[in-house]
C-alpha cells in the first residue's frame, strides 16, 4: 500500500491569486477528482496566508489599532460554510452552517489552554488571550503583516478516520466547499468602536489544499457504506423571559445537541465579536440569568424528566455558573472522558457584563447549553426524523433585547454507495 500526497489549488481561483469576501471571491472551491484510490478523510487541511487590511487602500493595521479577532477562533473565523458534495451524483454528504459559530463552542471544549500555546497556535494561529491574539496575528509584526496557516475542517464527514472511495462506482471524487465569513463577521474592534475600521478586511493567498490518497493493493468494491457523524446547524431568535423554540431535526440517530448565543446586534457588526457565546444579555449588557431549562421531544420532557433548575435559581447573586449546564454542554459535544477544555470559571460566570469589551480574560466568554443523547458511545442516540425536539428556558430577559440561538445537532449518517448512486440514510 502506497500514498500520494496531494497539493490543490481552489477550482476558482483567480488570476491574482488573492481571495477575500470584500473583493467578490467569497468561496473557495476544492475538488478531489474521480480516481481508483481512497481519501484519508483525517488528512484534508487548507494552507495559505491572511492578511489584514484597516481599508480600501490597504493601510496595515498598528498596534494603535483597535483591529482584532475572536482569541478561540483565529484563522477559523473566516469559515462560515463547510459543504462536501460527491462529485458523481451532486449529493450533499454534509453541510455545516454557521460554521463559526460552530467552531466557537466545539473548539475550546475539546482543546485546552496548553493546546491553544502549542500546536493550535502553529497550525491556526490562536491564543487564548485577546490582546496577545491581536499582537500576533492581527498587527504582528508591523512593517511585514501576513500570516501563514495550516488547518483541518473539524466536520463530521472529515473527522470520521474513515478511508473514502474515489472511484467512478463509488463517490466519483468529492468537492469540498469552504464560503468566507464576511469582514465585519470575521473581525470586530476591540474597544467597540469602528471608528477609521468600518473598511477593514481580511485577505488570504496562496490557497491550498492537502490531503492523502492511499493506493489499494486490491480492486476497490463498487458498493459498501461509510458511517460518520455528521453536523448540522439551526438558527431561531429569543426575546422572552420564557424563551421557547423547537425544531424539526430530522435526524433518526441524534448523539447530543448543543447551543451557544449572542445578542443579534454583535451578528455582522464590526462594533461587536460577533463570535462571542454569551448567555443571554439585555438591552443594558446585562445578563438576563437561565435560571430553568425543560427539554421536550414532541412536547414531552426527555431525556430529562425534570426541569434542570440552575444555581441562580435559588442563589439570585451568585457568581458562579451552574456545573451542571457544564457538563451536559461538554457530554453533548463529545461523550466520555473528555478533560480536555478551556472552560474555567474565568469565562463562564456571571460577571461579565456585555456593555464593556472584549468580554472576559483566559479565551473569551464559553457559555455554552448541550443535551446529550448518547453518553456511553453506542452511536443510537435518539430519533428525532419524525417529532421535533424542543428546549423551554426560563431567562432573566426583562428588556426587548433580541437573542440570536445557533443549534447545532451531533447525528449518526450513513453513506451507501453502488453502482446505482448514492444514498444518505440520517
Do not use: W
Request: hydrophobic share 35%.
Amino acid at each position: 500500500m502506497s500514498v500520494i500526497y496531494n497539493e490543490l489549488q481552489p477550482s476558482n481561483i483567480n488570476s491574482t491569486q488573492k481571495v477575500s469576501y470584500r473583493q467578490g471571491n467569497p468561496i473557495l472551491n476544492f475538488l478531489i477528482g474521480t480516481q481508483p484510490h481512497l481519501l484519508d478523510a483525517g488528512s484534508v487541511r487548507i494552507s495559505g496566508d491572511i492578511s489584514f487590511f484597516k481599508d480600501a487602500a490597504k493601510t496595515q493595521p498598528t498596534s494603535a489599532d483597535q483591529l482584532a479577532i475572536d482569541e478561540k477562533l483565529a484563522i477559523y473565523s473566516i469559515f462560515e460554510k463547510v459543504t462536501i458534495t460527491s462529485q458523481r451524483s451532486r449529493q450533499v454528504i454534509e453541510s455545516v452552517n454557521h460554521y463559526g459559530r460552530f467552531m466557537s463552542t466545539y473548539n475550546p471544549y475539546v482543546n485546552s489552554k496548553s493546546d491553544k500555546f502549542s500546536h493550535a497556535n502553529e497550525l491556526s494561529l490562536s491564543l487564548p488571550n485577546y490582546e496577545a491574539q491581536k499582537l500576533e496575528l492581527v498587527d504582528f509584526p508591523v512593517n511585514a503583516h501576513g500570516s501563514n496557516f495550516c488547518v483541518n475542517l473539524p466536520t463530521g464527514f472529515l473527522s470520521s478516520g474513515n478511508m473514502i472511495p474515489l472511484g467512478a462506482d463509488s463517490l466519483g471524487g468529492i468537492e469540498i466547499s469552504v464560503a468566507l465569513a464576511p469582514d465585519a463577521m470575521a473581525l470586530y474592534a476591540q474597544n467597540g468602536s469602528t471608528a477609521g475600521l468600518t473598511e477593514a478586511y481580511y485577505e488570504l493567498s496562496n490557497v491550498r489544499l492537502h490531503c492523502e490518497v492511499v493506493v489499494p493493493q486490491q480492486q476497490m468494491p463498487s458498493s459498501g457504506e461509510i458511517t460518520y457523524n455528521a453536523v448540522s446547524s439551526y438558527f431561531n431568535v429569543i426575546n422572552s423571559a420564557n424563551a421557547v423554540v423547537n425544531f424539526n431535526l430530522g435526524t433518526s440517530r441524534t448523539l447530543g445537541v448543543f447551543m451557544n448565543m449572542c445578542p443579534s446586534k454583535y451578528l455582522n457588526n464590526m462594533a461587536y465579536n460577533s463570535y462571542a457565546t454569551t448567555t443571554p444579555l439585555n438591552s443594558d449588557g446585562s445578563q438576563a440569568e437561565i435560571r430553568s431549562i425543560i427539554v421536550t421531544k414532541a412536547g414531552v420532557r426527555l431525556p430529562f424528566s425534570f426541569n434542570i433548575d440552575t444555581n441562580v435559581k435559588d442563589s439570585p447573586n451568585t457568581t458562579v455558573v451552574d456545573p451542571t449546564l457544564i457538563t451536559f454542554a461538554r457530554d453533548s459535544i463529545r461523550a466520555g472522558e473528555n478533560l480536555r477544555s478551556q472552560v474555567s470559571p474565568v469565562n463562564t460566570n456571571r460577571n461579565y457584563t456585555g456593555a464593556t469589551t472584549p468580554l472576559t480574560a483566559d479565551g473569551g466568554v464559553m457559555e455554552c447549553i448541550g443535551v446529550p443523547f448518547d453518553t456511553i458511545g453506542t452511536g443510537i442516540g435518539e430519533d428525532f426524523s419524525t417529532t421535533p425536539f424542543g428546549i423551554q428556558m426560563e431567562l432573566g430577559l426583562d428588556s426587548d433585547s433580541p437573542n440570536a440561538l445557533f443549534l447545532f445537532v451531533h447525528s449518526r449518517q450513513t453513506l451507501m454507495f453502488s453502482s446505482d448512486g448514492i444514498q444518505l440514510i440520517q
